[in-house]
């Protein structure tokens, strides 16, 4: 569960140091030699993309910086602490992950729960997170289809892992199935969330115009195997909103990024 870095002191946030993934033991590898180095900026936070095509190792990146999984080698680096210290990190998985057998509050509280706050103090909390998410009024429903929409799902797992104010956020193509409009509504609120908590996050995706819209930085993942292969720097102001989608610095830096992704 997520945890609030209070050593401010280490400026690189995050550091992945030549890391190759294979599951076959080293005969062929997924991702080889890749490194990236996140920095955190105080006070403000970073909203790093990382875009590629489907299937060159997203998933499987994110899981290293979770430390859900072990890359077959190289190291991760998390404030300059190697991952074996366990800094627990908030991840939005790509598959629903509300657990269904629970109401939406209950769902939200669960972070504060397991850190041994109150009840009543986690479900104001959590209440308070649910109104942000635009979920007032469902929090005692349970989370699951046939009771909410896949975006509503969707917002009870993001709420979830921003209640505990995570130092960093890692999210998985959290658009997934879901249709257009909800897929920009989705997008609008981690935009929106994201300008408050000022936390950093990773966001891993095959989507442009999302990585555009949302990201202060793109790295983009490819080659066979896979690693960072271009970085592209977002200058467009904030607040982000629907406008952001129709400025000029928006449209040229989409079709730059769509110039580079076709052509790979
Ligand atoms: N446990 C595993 N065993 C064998 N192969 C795996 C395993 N996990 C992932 N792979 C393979 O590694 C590659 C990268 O998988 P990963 O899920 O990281 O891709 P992705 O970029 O997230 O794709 P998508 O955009 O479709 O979600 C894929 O070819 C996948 O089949
Ligand atoms: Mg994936």
Redesign the pocket.
Known sequence: MAVVFTDTSLPDIIELQDISTS?DDGKTF?IKNMNLLIEDIPDAGEFIVIL?K???????VLKYIAGLANPYSGRILIRGRDRSHEVPISMVF?EPSALEHYTVLKNVMLPLLYRHVPEKEAADRAMNIIKAVGLEGHENKYAKFGKLSGGQIQRVVIARSLIANPGIILLD?PNRGLDNDTALQIDLLIANLWEQLQSTIILVT?DIEQAVFLGTKIYVMGGKPASIIKQFDVNIPFPRNLNTRRDAKFLALKNEVEDFMYNL
């Open positions: 599951f997924i590629g489907s299937g060159c190792g997203k998933t499987t790509q193509e095959h």
